[in-house]
Every structure is written in structure tokens, then in C-alpha cells.
């Protein structure tokens, strides 16, 4: 492993394997998928485009012709390489000047060192994804409700909390949710969907929350905003993108919640790590689902 490289993570997007595509879906068998990508501190910032990005950049001597090789836009590929750069332990691109061709970048040998590795580990988790399809066409209909349970949690927050208390209404259930240190969260479930998790006061839950549906607020006054949810906790994190950031919050009872914001909010907000703010969010936009 490279020095300072402190994570590898497996997700179950992008790399498609392709071996018995056509029987499994004749067979109505999901296919399988994976990809590996490397992190440091809970953050990813090596997926398998970039690792991708960096394999062109040493082979052409520049961003852009990488980024051309490979169809990457051009301020996509410096967007990327800043970020990996960032959120590296030590920096994977150098920018050149000068020379033949005007100037260029180059790999650190970290950054190398970090591609042939990655080519191996990709090898061998094809192989491996290879073997589960295999085991996979077998298992017919089992398969297909794993796939959908996997659905049902694919949103970017998690919290874990247990339920304190229940409200009945005519179409909808109101569950106040303690996710730890008395904080607590609400949630607005149909009650078919509440019925059919089958859950009661004291019962271990989880709420999965899109990042896109919570807002940032730096005002005490909540009480003009119709959403149920209002948390207070502090700017941990802030991840910017050319389409927007990531703003990573903790809560008083030290759980993380991503939120999307745009760029253009983020410097009117002023938004920085440290900052002292709160989060609303409607209880309608809390998922819950019940742990095994």
C-alpha cells in the first residue's frame, strides 16, 4: 500500500461486470457490480474515473491531454486533480512550466506507485465480482429482494437512533426518533409503509435522509420555516465542486449529515469549517427502514 494511503473502499457503482450479462438477465438474475476506490479520513477521492485521469496524465505529460484521452472535459480534469491533490496526504499531480511543449504535469511517485496498485486490486476485484454473478445465478428470486432491500439504502445519510415516540394520523405516522444524546429527529411515514416495517416505542430504527433535502441556516428563527426538523451542530468539512459542494456537519451528538448546497449560497452564507449552524429538513424527507 502506498505510504500514508489509509483506506481502501468497495461501493457497488460503476464497474458493471459483463460476464453472463445475457443469461442472468434472460433469467431475470440482477447483475452485480463494484468498483474500488481509495480515501483518507472518511473522504473518497481515488475512484476508478480518476485513477483513470491519472494513468493518462503520466502517459500523455499533461491534464488536458489526459483529460482528452480518457473524455474527460478540461475543467472536469483540473477539478479532479485539485481535489485528489487536497484530500491526499501528500500531492499526486505536479503542474510543470516551461520546456519543449510550454509546460505539462507529472506524477509524484506516490501517484504511480498508487495506479499499478490500483490496476492490481481492479484485477482482482473483477475476478471476484466474477465469482459472485456466478454464485449469484443460482440464487434466482432471493437476489432480486436483496436488490431492492439495497435500493431501499442507498441515501447518503444514515442515522441510527431508537423510536421514542409515535403519533397516529388518519393516512400518515409521526415517529420522533432519539439518534443519541437527546437529540431527536421526525419522521412522516404512510402507514402502510409504517405497518409494513412493524416498528414500536423502543425499537432500534434507521433514518436515511438525501443530502439534497436538507437546507443550512445560519438564524436561531426556525420557527418561520414549515420544516420539522431543525438540528444545531457546526461546519466539520466543505468539499467544493465545479457544480456545487458538499458541506459536511457535525451534530451535538457528534454524528456527520452531508448537505448539498450550491456554490453560490456557500459564499453568501460565508460557510466555512467551524461555523456554527443548523440544518432543517422536512420529516417527510426521513426514510426509515428496520435493522436486521
Known sequence: ?????????????????????????ARNIPDLSGSIWFGTNNQNWGSQRRMALLKAIDEEGSISAGAKKIGLSY????????????????????????????????LTEKAKHMVKMYQKLEQAHSEFMGHLSDVASTAGPDLETI??????????????????????????????????????????????????????????????????AILITLSDIVEQISARNSLDGHIKQVISGSAGSEVIVTLANRNNVACQITTNSLNRLNLAEGCPIKIVFKASAVILAKPD
Open 75 to 106: 475543467k472536469g480534469a483540473w477539478d479532479a486533480v485539485d481535489l485528489m491533490n487536497s484530500l491526499a496526504d501528500e500531492p499526486l499531480v505536479i503542474r510543470t512550466t516551461g520546456g519543449v511543449k510550454g509546460g505539462g504535469a507529472q
Open 1 to 25: 500500500m502506498p505510504p500514508n494511503c489509509k483506506n481502501i473502499y468497495i461501493t457497488n457503482e460503476q464497474h458493471t461486470m459483463n460476464k453472463s450479462t445475457k443469461t442472468h438477465k
Open 147 to 212: 436488490k431492492q432491500l439495497v435500493i431501499q439504502t442507498s441515501v447518503r445519510n444514515r442515522l441510527e437512533g431508537t423510536v421514542q415516540n409515535v403519533i397516529e394520523g388518519k393516512n400518515y405516522i409521526e415517529t420522533s426518533i432519539d439518534i443519541g444524546n437527546d437529540v431527536i429527529i421526525v419522521a412522516n411515514t404512510h402507514i402502510t409503509e409504517w405497518s409494513r416495517l412493524g416498528l414500536k416505542i423502543g425499537n432500534p430504527v434507521i433514518a436515511l435522509i438525501d443530502a439534497d
